[in-house]
């Protein structure tokens, strides 16, 4: 497990919560195919191409305590992800996986260690400024799709945007453009529950990609479903992944899965053997 | 043509079922254990308040069931006969029965004894206390004590432990009377009967034990002491006859009938039992009301046990795909609401044993007030209120639990093993739900056209019930609908948490509507009884606003409550000659049985009546038409509870026994009347004096002349009978006295109103709290996706806040048609009286909006809890 190298341009996590929205703006060209204004970037705030690491994680750990007795999830693990990199993280049950992916989400905390997440540092953010950077710079796809029983599809799909107060009328296009990318036009009214695992598995897809996220974490995506269904799901996440330039990591036990990507992180007893 | 045995493929399939039963048996403690012990346990505080709402329900049932028992224990007690065996009980018609009669009586052959009673009501010096007076003859009780135990007087060795025979205007008294009016053996004590002044003397205090149950609150002594006392001079109240061994009941009857031809022979408990039936319709109400609170309670335990299914569903699916039978999953969680049911009810029942002084102590005072002053002061030693509490609490819970149940046995295991999608995916059955509330709605109308069952209005209850039944089943297509207009109607520029809440209400609406039902059936509670409130009290008010005419009300210092308080009437002619007077009603009432029932018999100088009061006569009468009927012809007027329990309009007759004879009159007219349930026949005095020879006035009602001062009226009326021993009221307080009256004997049906509320409050706030620990997982799914605590809160408290309002909005609908049904169809079968409907919006508006801010506030606590829950902890739960 080799530590990685100084990431560039990368300003140490003091850029504030507004450069992160900026940047995210400027930097999804996919958006002005739906008739989102291309640019709220500040002069003097941090740019995109001055952050070639999406992911920069040095020696983060993650334990647990059960009583008196400490649990190492991860244990001191280092990588970075680039942009536009398709990378695959394995190993096998328990090894850390999904503790690992859930630190880059911003949903568990590090017990040590520095994390960057689109060149932000996340051990200083409060809860508020950790969701503001889910909300804008983070996809997650569950491996159970995790879509809410009670919304349609459409809604389900539109809830990225609609939690960061876009308005009505800009979500509706964007949504329909991001379902006829996922294929899924003609069932955008249906609910989750009348869906086929493979449906549902691609409406989370597209609820992850909506807002065009930096980064997008993939927890088993094709778990779930059968061999054919599972290469379809992964099909359109790489196909997603290329055109709209994401950088995904995509933890699986499937091996064929695995070799589909750029690059695979191996983990075995919480810790990070290669690259 | 062959036949296969048919047993190859059902055999193999019988022994699997019966396989499956019996691991189920045998798994079920486990089964048990995993699915409610542990789940109950992690869920401690809305266990909590389930238990606390049945014990609540269960503790008022109690309470008002011992109230209720107790006041009837009360009545056959102090009208129990004076000497063991009594056989039949000779009764005045008139104003007594001639003492000479006694020794008539006494020497029938058919008679073994016969014991004289004078009873009477005196009151304390400050006229605050009534207490019942009661005259025996006690050496002849001493006679048949001696030889004879049971109930009764007081045998001669108890009067003697203390003291000795009483000597004249000595009275014994129980050690609570004695403690109350701060007397001992020898104390003079100053009294007011029939507007006199007395002084007794306490001849002997005797332990409360040795008294029978309804005795101890009463003032015993020798009969020629309470004929001076009671102004009752050689004449008698009561005899009891005990019938020779060899005679019978007939011939007993027959016997005295030929020689006592004007007097009425009843049964010696006919006296409980007349009293237990004067309050019959107050105490069922009151009864009803108790079990309302209780049926919220089951809401409460129906929303429990759901909530337990919805949480337990995979861990059910589990089970079932392990091979627990459909059976043997629907035992367990009917085993929980009956457990619920039975704790609840234990706590209940100790509470409620713990509330029944209180319950008493209000239950005593309306009967105070309205019926007898025989009222009780102590909680009778008797099980059924226990019993029958019980089982309505353990039965409740046992039904309410029932669909719950069914519903985690039908749920299908692999179903059951994914988590959120079972409610989301059934279609909610919209139709079916309204088509059997319109049925439900359409049965309220039938059973409200339904006569009463024996006085009791049940059907009218039922027909409530049916109301409640409907609106109940109208909680889940009226949610589903709001939400549908919601999501679509929702402004554009409402947030992210807002826009969330129309779709969270509809995709849990089985469950949301279980919570707002139980918020409805509180509010509609409290808007109904509060409009029936509202409607009679205005009723009432302008009613005494038309009827109250008089100036200045006199009435002996002792006539509190409905005690038969007499004064002579030779004071008329003294008060008719005040210079400040214009003219002078003279007012009598009271007690008397007509066909069997209780009612009143009321007179007043009709001359007067007409010309300065204004009873409302209802069907177009005219007074002066009536007026000239009453005084000259053998007519009546009666009251309209009289007529509608009586069935008896203008122009009937009837027969009323007189000490003269049965008398046959006319009702010339219905009069509107608020002052009893139970009825009045109202005569001209001349000729009620004429009929029964009683020339005593309970009240006289003075009118002034135009100018006069009341306050010279009042200190000339003074003048007239001597300082404190009689009670002057002026219109105004009078009039005020009345109105508080009426809200003393409805704080009860508040107070039982205001219970039933709370629980469902406490219902709905359980219920939020439970569907947020449901939805972690998908609210750490949306914490996931970027929603702020600050929008999870907001939407929690959004949506309970909506559910609030379609709750209590349902409530008020609900709680307008409980209104109706109360004022026009309970009201009137119970009492008989027509109220004006009078609504209170003012009131409803703020229940609304105390609901709608309960509810929000309900929602606050969950919400804080929910935005804090650990994020990967509630998305890991996948």
């Known amino acids: 497990m080799a530590a990685q190298a100084p990431q560039e341009g990368s300003k140490g996590g003091e850029t504030s919560p507004d450069a992160v929205d900026a940047y995210d703006v400027e930097l999804c060209a996919w958006r002005s195919n739906v008739g989102v204004p291309r640019a709220r970037f500040k002069p003097g705030q941090m740019s995109v191409e001055s952050t070639a690491l999406i992911v920069d994680a040095e020696s983060i750990r993650k334990t647990y305590r059960n009583g008196s007795t400490e649990i190492v999830a991860v244990e001191a693990a280092s990588l970075c992800l680039k942009a536009g990199e398709f990378v695959a993280l394995t190993g096998p049950s328990g090894c850390g996986k999904s503790t690992l992916l859930n630190m880059l989400a911003c949903v568990e905390v590090p017990t040590a260690g520095v994390l960057r997440i689109a060149g932000r540092a996340t051990g200083s953010l409060g809860d508020d400024e950790l969701t503001s950077l889910r909300r804008t710079a983070i996809g997650y796809v569950f491996q159970f799709f995790n879509l809410m029983p009670m919304l349609t599809v459409r809604e389900n799909v539109a809830l990225p945007l609609l939690l960061s107060g876009w308005a009505r009328r800009r979500i509706r296009p964007a949504v329909a453009a991001a379902l006829q990318a996922v294929g899924l036009r003609d069932q955008a009214e249906q609910r989750p529950a009348t869906l086929s695992g493979g449906q549902q598995q691609r409406a989370a897809i597209a609820r992850a990609i909506i807002h065009s996220p930096k980064l997008v974490l993939a927890d088993e995506p094709t778990g779930n479903l059968d061999t054919r269904t599972g290469t379809d799901v992964l099909t359109l996440l790489r196909r997603m992944q290329r055109d709209r330039d994401l950088t995904v990591l995509m933890a699986t036990h499937n091996a064929d899965a695995a070799h589909a990507a750029d690059r695979i992180i191996r983990m075995r007893d919480g810790k990070i053997e290669a690259h | ?878």
């Open chain 2, 1 to 878: 043509m062959r036949l296969t045995p048919p047993t190859a493929s059902s055999a193999c399939a019988t022994a699997r079922s019966k396989l499956t039963d019996e691991v189920s048996a045998a798994a079920f403690p486990a089964l048990f254990r995993a699915l409610v012990l542990r789940h109950v346990v992690a869920h401690r505080a809305r266990t909590l308040v389930t238990v606390a709402s049945v014990a609540i329900g269960v503790a008022v049932s109690v309470a008002i069931g011992l109230a209720n028992a107790s006041a009837i224990a009360s009545f056959s007690g102090s009208a129990a006969a004076l000497s063991p065996g009594t056989t039949v009980e000779v009764l005045p018609l008139g104003v007594g029965i001639p003492e000479k009669a006694l020794r008539q009586v006494q020497e029938l052959p058919g008679v073994r004894s016969a014991s004289p009673v004078v009873a009477g009501t005196v009151s304390d010096a400050a006229g605050q206390s009534a207490y019942d007076l009661v005259g025996v003859d006690l050496i002849g009780a001493l006679g048949l004590a001696s030889s004879t135990a049971g109930p009764g007087v007081p045998s001669s060795g108890e009067i003697d432990a203390d003291t000795r025979i009483l000597r004249r205007g000595e009275i014994v008294i129980s050690r609570r009377v004695a403690a109350r009016l701060h007397a001992r053996l020898g104390t003079p004590l100053k009294f007011v009967a029939g507007a006199r002044a007395v002084t007794l003397t306490v001849g002997a205090v005797i332990d409360d034990a040795a008294l029978p149950f309804g005795w101890r609150s009463i003032i015993i002594c020798d009969i020629s002491t309470a004929q001076e006392v009671l102004d009752r001079i050689g004449l008698l109240d009561r005899m009891d006859v005990v019938g020779a061994p060899q005679a019978d009941d007939q011939t007993l009857r027959r016997e005295l009938a030929r020689v006592l031809p004007n007097v009425r022979i009843a049964a010696p408990d006919e006296r409980a039992r007349q009293l237990t039936k004067m309050t019959q319709a107050f105490q069922f109400n009151l009864a009803a009301l108790a079990a309302i609170a209780l049926l919220v309670g089951a809401y409460l335990v129906f929303n429990a046990v759901s909530m337990s299914v919805v949480q337990r569903r995979s861990e059910i699916g589990v089970a079932r795909a392990l091979g627990a039978a459909r059976s043997t999953v629907f035992g367990v969680f009917l085993l929980e609401g009956v457990l619920v049911g039975v704790v609840g009810s234990a706590f209940g029942l100790v509470l409620g044993r713990l509330l029944a002084r209180k319950a008493l102590a209000v239950v005593s005072s309306t009967i105070d007030a309205l019926y007898t002053t025989d009222s009780a002061s102590q909680i009778a030693p008797t099980p059924e209120p226990y019993i029958a509490a019980a089982v309505l609490g353990v039965a409740f819970c046992l039904i309410a639990s029932l669909l719950p149940a069914l519903e985690a046995a039908s749920v299908p295991p692999t179903l059951a093993m994914r988590i959120g999608s079972w409610e989301s995916s059934q279609p909610l059955p919209g139709l079916l739900l309204v088509m059997a509330a319109i049925a439900a709605f359409g049965a309220a109308v039938l059973l409200a056209q339904l006569k009463p069952l024996d006085g009791r209005p049940v059907f009218g209850y039922a027909s409530a019930i049916a109301v409640i039944a409907g609106c109940s089943l109208l909680a889940a297509p009226l949610l589903a609908l709001i939400a549908k207009v919601a999501r679509t109607c929702l402004p554009a520029t409402a947030g992210a948490a807002l826009r969330l809440v129309p779709a969270n209400v509809q995709g849990r609406v089985r469950r949301n509507a279980v919570a707002i039902a139980s918020l409805m059936v509180g509010i509609a509670m409290t808007v109904s009884v509060a409009t029936l409130i509202a409607s009679f009290r205005e009723t009432v008010n302008t009613w005494i606003d038309e009827t109250l005419r008089g100036d200045l009300y006199i009435a002996p210092a002792g006539a509190v409550n409905a005690a038969d308080v007499t004064m002579p009437d030779d004071v008329l002619s003294r008060l008719r000659a005040l210079p400040q007077v214009a003219a002078a009603d003279a007012l009598r009432s009271r007690a008397i049985v007509l066909r069997g029932r209780p009612t009143n018999l009321a007179a007043s100088d009709i001359e007067v009546t007409s010309a300065f009061g204004n009873l409302p006569l209802l069907g177009g009468a005219r007074w002066s038409n009536v007026s000239r009927e009453l005084i000259d012809q053998p007519a009546v007027l009666v009251s309209e509870p009289f007529a509608r329990k009586f069935a008896m309009a203008t122009g009937a007759r009837f027969d009323l026994q007189t000490p003269n004879g049965d008398v046959r009159l006319r009702v010339a007219g219905v009069y509107r009347d608020y002052a009893s349930d139970l009825g009045y026949i109202l005569m001209d005095r001349t000729r009620y004096i004429r009929l029964f020879g009683d020339r005593r006035i309970n009240a006289v009602a003075l009118y002034a002349k135009p100018g006069a001062s009341i306050s010279a009226l009042r200190a000339a009326t003074l003048r007239v009978f001597g300082h404190n021993v009689v009670r002057l009221t002026a219109n105004g307080e009078l009039h005020e006295e009345a109105l508080a009256q009426f809200d003393r004997t409805f704080a009860v049906t508040y107070a039982l109103n205001g219970i039933a509320l709370v629980i469902s409050l406490l219902g709905i706030a359980s219920a939020l709290g439970a569907v947020v620990i449901e939805r972690r997982h998908e609210i750490g799914v949306l914490r996931c996706l970027g929603m702020t605590r600050r929008q999870v809160a907001t939407m929690i408290v959004a949506e309970a806040a909506l559910l609030g309002a379609v709750g209590a909005a349902l409530g008020l609908v609900a709680g307008y048609a409980l209104a109706v049904i109360l004022v026009f169809v309970i009201n009137r079968q119970a009492f008989g009286w027509t109220i004006a409907f009078v609504a209170t919006p003012l009131y409803d508006l703020k229940l609304y909006l105390v609901a709608v801010a309960t509810a929000a506030l309900a929602g606050a606590l969950p919400a804080r809890a929910a935005a804090r829950l650990p994020l990967a902890e509630t998305v890991r739960a996948e």
